[in-house]
């Protein structure tokens, strides 16, 4: 049992005054975040790192907030979703279905409460599940050579391109726009500048944080503008936030099987919260069959999506920390983070940064008893904030970017490519591209060109190198599969979103 | 919203094409006198240019039916958001981070149809705490203005 010692020695950390602050702060900051519209996690981690960086925090620290927000953030989606029917991210639009359909009943608090205690189940065992094979997988991690990481790389982005829902081509062009990205300052082998522009502040490169809250923040702000009512919403009423225990009963297993699926695909590069909670609504749909009153406002259709995607949320913690290359975009800007941090994720961090490592997971079980203890009573004061109109929230939000990205290198200029990649952000939104893509290529990019090359030299020129060992042709097989396997997905979740009957409006945006 | 032909979307896969046929262009100059890996500073660069080609291709082949760009008034609220935002970024050292942030909260404010009052109570509010947190506890500077310490 030497992960449990290790777990017991992160609590250590995890319960230090400071890091408990950090953790509780973290996951209002998440929960506030993932209600509101138009923020979501990726920008709120974007707009923290540079106060992070100035504040000189230590790493485990920085990563117990910046994660207590990313997880934090599943809670309070789930808040807007069954009370507004506005999820705020494609995980939770499975959510919806039955959520608001018990909102609908007068049961929204009965719907709240169930959300909140199936992210708890979620998070609480998926964290179980990180705890144990982290560990395993980075002991098998460290056969990993450059051919390996280059072809895991060329997974993790087909991965996600194929799992970014509608038109693989227009993914797979915003996967190479991030690469493009990703190519831009100075050429860190051969030391000769690319695509700077004859311009001085480019030869550093692009900065993801000023990339995130251009193609994120800002076009939704544009976004925003083009809804016309500047009305606030109205929040159904909700009554007490509290299920009895036979419903609570009814849904145990539902919960349970539902973090373990989501956990699983949670792991997987590219699928996330949306697989995971729409594989986990139709499982328990199916075993539920007759007995269940599903998209007529069933407690299980809300704890299948809830457990799942908070489990998937954690699960996608692992690939991060112990390969080092995340699968989603808010996984790479935690990975920018990291790195900005003099971290480096891979299979030598547990053992090279046990504190960091095992702070973090026991923090996470610290702040996912927060979240509980804070969203049954407190949903109320939560709902207030969704009644702030639109025409405060909104530039207050944007000022906070901007002040982030300012703060990046102290540049006015980093504000000129903010507002390019807001205008440029917004077009792809317009025309079908899946933004999430290109912050992967830019972080992920340098990381993938490095492999190569060094695979390269360390061949002298032999291409096959890449496809030398079963591991890289497992990884090169595994990234072929992830390409077919949305058409057979996309059905499955077609039809659900039909029979959601959700507004294409509300438009949720494609990361989770 | 109204909704164009696939217009709208053939062009947006010609101009997708066409910064992707760039990209290769200017990946062929990137030349280095003796190359310290086989796979030099050119072989991503011409992997996202073809990328970008054939995806840009295939849009301008099999556009979207219909593509929903934003009414005409809405388009002139984003613009005016966008210029005020290249204005914010132009004028901040020179008046400041104090004053362009009140001024840009305020016009982003007045853009969602607030009240212009409110709008500039919400960005003085938020400059003077922004300053506070950056400056006062971060320590992080944020311009003052040159024309005010001249």
Redesign the interface.
């Known amino acids: 049992m030497d992960s449990l010692s290790q777990l017991l020695h992160g609590f250590g950390i995890a319960l230090q005054p400071l890091n408990v602050g950090f953790a509780l702060g973290g996951v209002a900051v998440g929960t506030f975040v993932g209600m509101l519209p138009g923020i979501g996690p990726i920008n709120a981690i974007a707009i923290l790192i540079p106060v992070i960086f100035a504040a000189g925090m230590p790493p485990e620290s920085a990563l117990i907030l910046l994660v207590g927000v990313y997880y934090g953030s599943q809670y309070g989606n789930s808040i807007s979703t069954i009370l507004l029917n506005v999820p705020g991210t494609a995980s939770a639009v499975v959510t919806a279905i039955d959520g608001h359909a018990m909102t609908r009943d007068g049961r929204g608090g009965p719907a709240l409460a169930i959300s909140a205690i199936a992210s708890f189940v979620g998070g609480t065992l998926s964290i179980f599940g990180l705890v144990l094979f982290a560990p395993v997988l980075a002991t098998w991690a460290i056969r990993f050579g450059p051919a390996e990481y280059f072809a895991l790389m060329v997974f993790a982005f087909s991965a996600l391109s194929s799992f970014a829902g509608g038109s693989l081509m227009r993914a797979l062009a915003a996967t190479a726009f991030g690469l493009w990205l990703a190519t831009v300052g100075l050429d860190p082998n051969s030391a000769i500048p690319r695509y700077t522009f004859g311009r001085l502040q480019l030869l550093d490169g692009m900065d993801f944080v000023v990339v995130t809250i251009g193609l994120f923040a800002v076009s939704e702000v544009f976004q925003l503008l083009e809804e016309t009512d500047g009305g606030r919403a109205t929040a159904a009423a909700f009554g007490r936030v509290a299920v009895s225990g036979r419903e609570l009963a009814r849904s145990g297993w539902t919960m349970i099987r539902s973090s373990v699926l989501g956990f699983l695909v949670g792991v997987l590069p590219g699928a996330g919260g949306t697989i995971a909670s729409f594989l986990a609504y139709s499982t328990e749909e199916r075993i539920a069959g007759a007995s269940g009153r599903f998209g007529r406002g069933d407690v299980r259709g809300v704890a299948a999506p809830e457990s799942a995607n908070n489990a998937a949320a954690n699960g996608a913690m692992i690939p991060l920390l112990t390969l080092g290359v995340p699968g989603s975009g808010t996984t790479a800007v935690l990975l920018g983070a990291l790195l900005g941090l003099g971290v480096t994720p891979g299979p030598l961090l547990l053992e090279e940064q046990p504190d960091l490592f095992w702070g973090l997971a026991a923090s996470m079980y610290v702040g996912n008893a927060f979240l509980l203890l804070l969203n049954l009573p407190m949903v109320g004061v939560f709902v207030r904030a969704l009644q702030v109109p639109r025409w405060i929230l909104i530039p207050s939000v944007a000022a906070l970017a901007f002040v982030a990205v300012y703060a990046v290198n102290g540049s006015a200029f980093d504000l000129v490519l903010m507002t390019l990649f807001g205008v440029v952000g917004y077009l792809m939104r317009t025309f079908d591209f899946p933004l999430a893509p290109v912050v992967l290529g830019l972080v992920l990019g340098p990381l993938m060109e490095k492999n190569l090359r060094r695979a390269m030299a360390l061949s002298g020129g032999d291409w096959g190198v890449l496809f030398d060992s079963p591991i890289a042709l497992v990884l090169w097989g595994l990234a072929a599969l992830s390409l077919l396997a949305p058409l057979l997905l996309r059905r499955v979740s077609e039809e659900l979103a039909d029979s959601a009957g959700l507004a294409e409006a509300s438009g949720p945006s494609d990361e989770d | ?1 109204s909704s164009r032909g696939s217009g ?2 053939r062009a ?1 896969g010609a101009v ?1 094409a066409l910064a ?1 046929v760039a ?1 290769g262009i ?2 062929t100059t ?3 006198a003796f ?7 050119k ?3 011409f ?2 240019a073809i ?2 080609t ?3 291709v ?2 301008l082949m099999t556009p ?1 039916e219909a ?5 005409g ?2 388009a002139t ?2 613009a005016a ?2 210029g005020g ?2 204005a ?3 004028a ?2 020179w008046i400041g ?1 104090f004053l362009s ?1 009140t001024l ?3 016009g ?8 212009w009052k ?2 500039l109570l ?2 003085l509010t ?2 003077t705490a ?1 300053w506070l947190l ?1 400056v006062r506890v ?6 003052v203005g040159t024309l005010w310490t001249r």
């Open positions: 919203m709208a979307d947006a997708l992707g990209v200017e990946a990137f030349d280095v190359l310290t890996d086989p796979v030099g500073p072989a991503l660069p992997l996202v990328t970008c054939v995806a840009g295939h849009m979207r593509v929903d760009l934003p009414p008034d809405a609220r984003m958001a966008a935002f290249l914010y970024a132009a901040m050292p981070f942030t840009v909260v305020a982003l404010a007045y853009l969602f149809r607030g009240p409110g709008g919400a960005g938020l400059s922004l950056f971060l320590a992080l500077p944020l311009p």
